[in-house]
């Protein structure tokens, strides 16, 4: 039986709920500061999640809803790396403003994994500060150094679906995929963590409740906590009534 040695986590709709209330605003209000008409509205922030990476995002805006005349002839590359420069500014100052909460269950395991010697890793499609910011804000001052490794936005070129976030943190860890588990919560998250050959638990979000998450070890609505039990939607908890280490370490060596 492999041994759980590493946890690595996504962060965005994983560690919080990030995309409807953070993200999204950020987004608008960096649309709003360059005297762009853009309002990303909730439903279709939801259909453009289907596009990780934000850089990449407001590209397939641009191509498929006709943006690309409110640009008026700029630089189309460097239009977009200064937008989402400007959105990432946003999301700090609402991070720092207390706008984030982890979800519930994240604090619990994160120091029961440190508590046990197990180590931490981060693999998510946003940008590094923003990991940063969001471990230090809404976890304890000091967390981000608790996370052994750091995968984060453009460390890779080939975002989320594809596995190379991942494939990039397992190799910093030095750990092969059978010691580790990966939580998501999206499709193109559990897509990126099986290519890596991570058993993979996901927690969904209003966002992604819906999508397919075929080959997923388990699927719950939150990891839950000793008083706020998790719901189970696929997959099986033998018995737990919350995500705990000892159900990671029974997900991962696959045992009945
Ligand atoms: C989700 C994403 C990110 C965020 C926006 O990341 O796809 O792009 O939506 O963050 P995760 P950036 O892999 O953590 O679920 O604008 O910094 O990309
Ligand atoms: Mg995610």
Not at 62 to 69: E, L, R
Not at 180 to 197: H, Q, T, V
Not at 229 to 234: A, N, S, Y
Request: aromatic content about 8%.
């Amino acid at each position: 039986m492999a041994a759980l040695k590493a946890l690595l986590f996504d962060v965005d709709g994983t560690l919080a709920d990030t995309e409807r209330d953070g993200h999204r605003v950020a987004f608008n209000a960096a649309f709003q500061g360059a005297g762009l008409p853009w309002r990303w509205d909730e439903a279709l922030y939801g259909e453009l999640l289907a596009v990780a990476g934000g850089k990449e995002r407001i590209h397939y805006f641009i191509a498929h809803y006709s943006g690309a005349a409110d640009l008026h002839g700029a630089d189309l590359d460097a239009a977009v790396k200064a937008l989402h420069r400007h959105k990432t500014d946003h999301y700090l100052a609402l991070l720092k403003r207390g706008g984030v909460a982890l979800r519930p269950g994240v604090a619990r395991l994160v120091r029961s994994a440190r508590e046990a010697g197990l180590r931490l890793a981060i693999a998510t499609t946003t940008t590094t500060a923003n990991v940063i910011e969001l471990l230090e804000n809404c976890l304890a001052p000091g967390a981000s150094s608790w996370f052994e490794v750091i995968a984060a936005g453009d460390d890779v070129s080939a975002k989320k679906p594809d596995p190379a976030i991942y494939r990039y943190a397992l190799e910093r860890l030095a750990l092969p995929p059978t010691t580790c588990i990966a939580l998501e919560d999206s499709d193109n998250g559990l897509k990126a963590a099986l290519g890596a050959g991570l058993t993979t638990l996901v927690t969904v979000t209003d966002y992604t409740r819906q999508q397919d998450f075929s080959g997923a070890a388990l699927v719950v609505d939150q990891l839950g906590e000793p008083q706020m039990p998790c719901t189970v939607l696929q997959g099986e908890s033998y018995g737990h009534a919350y995500v705990d280490l000892a159900l990671l370490q029974r997900l991962v060596s696959g045992s009945p």
